[in-house]
């Protein structure tokens, strides 16, 4: 997981506490201190059960809640993305806290926008374009798994609504929401941050050849 402060990938030992019982059933703190930037975090949990015999350990968490800090735990999209292809995520990255099924709503949303748009799959379900990209193996393997672990983490054969109404607002699962936002910035990377570096790079070739009398350097497209 990311530290919401500052975004620094950590592996936390988290210390829990119970608050008390409402009609919802039981409720908890998780309080995590960031080895890196030596600063707290804390969610809200509502959790089905707890063992006291297992210092403080809860049980399946129902609802999750990021109390503190509040605001988005990633960072802004790159400059070189789009406006259309940011609107879906930053959207994503700010109800994540809230809402981890809203806001997988909307990554797999975004996803399906960057397949179509810079993939170029046929318009389908989110299932089958995945697939489709798969199959293409035209993306870093890299990227190709991660994309397929949507699938995977996901259960689309489970939770069909997911491929087939990819903006729908379904029950999601753990670390789903987080896995989402974790491709969409490797897409983000991959079709337009890198291909704006190496833009910058020939360009600032091509002025050095074109001063020293000499033709471009060939592209190949």
Known sequence: MKCPHCLTKIYPSPENQ???NDKDGLWGSIRIKCPACNRLFIYLVNVE?????????????????????????????????SEDF??????????????SKASAALSRRCLQHILREK????????????QEVLNSKQLPSYIADAIDGIRNIGNFAAHPIKSNSSGEI??????????????????????FVQPAKLKAKQDALNKKLVSA??????VST
């Open 18 to 20: 119970q608050i008390g």
């Open 49 to 81: 059960s707890m063992d006291y015999s297992a210092g403080w350990r809860f049980g399946k968490v129902k609802k999750k809640f990021l109390i503190y800090p509040k605001g988005a735990s990633r960072p802004a999209p790159p400059i070189e993305v």
């Open 86 to 99: 940011k609107v879906d995520y930053i959207k994503a990255c700010l109800v994540i806290s809230d809402s």
């Open 119 to 130: 993939v170029g799959v046929k318009k389908s379900s989110l299932g089958n374009e995945i």
């Open 170 to 191: 379904v029950e999601v699962e753990e670390g789903e929401a987080e896995w989402n936002l974790d491709v969409i910035e490797s897409l983000f990377d991959f079709y």
């Open 213 to 218: 009398g000499k033709p471009n350097m060939k």
